[in-house]
């Protein structure tokens, strides 16, 4: 189910992402919503190792589920602000959970429940994988030891190369997710234009594996303009950037579920007009004028 609050538009202000880190110029117009969680955003604090959540962690065993392989799920570890938005977290082919282990706990600690999750085979397919964050999506709201700790409402996925091209799928076949953001993402299918969730893509300059030109570029632009969606690549970048920690990877995608999930207006500022080109994007596109938040 999508979320009924109204969405409303914030003034947006300049930012520049480069190899020392994020500088922007503020608003001077902080909407508030009943989804905010934590303090005022700024630069240097969607950009931190560790936002202002403590969290912890509980492992999903692969045996005690269906659909998907297991994983890790890292929530913040007071339940003071209420519930929170979800975030669900697909590797690429070949992989395991280990290869997006950095950047789970980093979002949890701004205000998210992250499941981190293994899927059934390394192998499985895009389609295979949009399933399968689904079925994790619905087993972490539904049947977790966090699920109190979430608002089932407001659920989003990220993944990385195929595991990418699964959360291109899964927005696809759930409307009601409220943010999407896929990772140097790969798929066979090229034409997403009837995917109605909010998406950030994710490329990389040097990607050799899934080149944007025939991966990210069409996926964003087969995109429909409205509620939003934006493209950022990564200067100088191989297809495993978001294998590392990646300041830039993860202060734009936190802003992106602050925006989306959270309906929190206080960090578009952060994704509108977004970064210019520089050490650490090479490129960077958005509908901001078509953003409904």
Not at 213 to 238: D, I, T, V
Not at 254 to 276: E, M, S
């Amino acid at each position: 189910m999508g979320k009924t609050i109204p969405r409303l538009f914030g003034i947006a202000a300049a930012v520049a992402i480069g190899a020392a880190g994020i500088t922007l110029i503020p608003r001077a117009d902080a909407a508030t919503d009943s989804f905010q969680r934590g303090p005022a955003p700024s630069a240097n604090s969607i950009a931190a190792a560790r936002g202002p959540f403590a969290i912890s962690q509980t492992a999903v065993a692969r045996a005690s589920v269906t659909g998907f392989g297991g994983g890790d799920i890292y929530f913040p570890a007071s339940t003071g602000a209420g519930t929170f938005g979800a975030v669900v977290i697909a590797p690429g082919f070949t992989a395991r959970k280990s290869s997006m282990a950095w950047l789970a706990p980093r979002i949890a600690s701004q205000g998210f429940v992250v499941f981190n999750i293994d899927t059934l085979t390394t192998s499985d397919q895009p389609a295979s994988r949009g399933r399968q964050l689904l079925a994790a999506a619905d087993f972490l709201t539904g049947q977790s030891s966090a699920r109190t700790r979430i608002d089932a409402s407001r659920v989003a996925v990220m993944g990385h190369s195929m595991g990418g091209g699964g959360a291109l799928e899964a927005a696809r076949s759930r409307p009601g997710l409220q943010a999407a953001i896929p990772l140097t993402p790969w798929n066979l299918t090229k034409s997403f234009r009837q995917d109605t969730v909010p998406t950030l893509i994710i490329g990389a300059e040097s990607d050799s594996i899934a080149p944007v030109r025939s991966h990210s570029e069409p996926f964003f632009q087969s995109l429909p303009s409205g509620p939003g969606k934006a493209y950022l690549e990564l200067n100088n970048a191989s297809h495993f950037a978001p294998n590392t920690p990646n300041t830039t990877i993860a202060a734009t995608s936190i802003a992106w579920l602050k925006l989306f999930v959270d309906d929190d207006t206080r960090y578009r500022q952060f994704v509108c007009p977004g970064p210019g080109a520089g050490a650490a994007v090479s490129e960077y596109r958005s509908t901001c004028d078509g953003f409904t938040v």
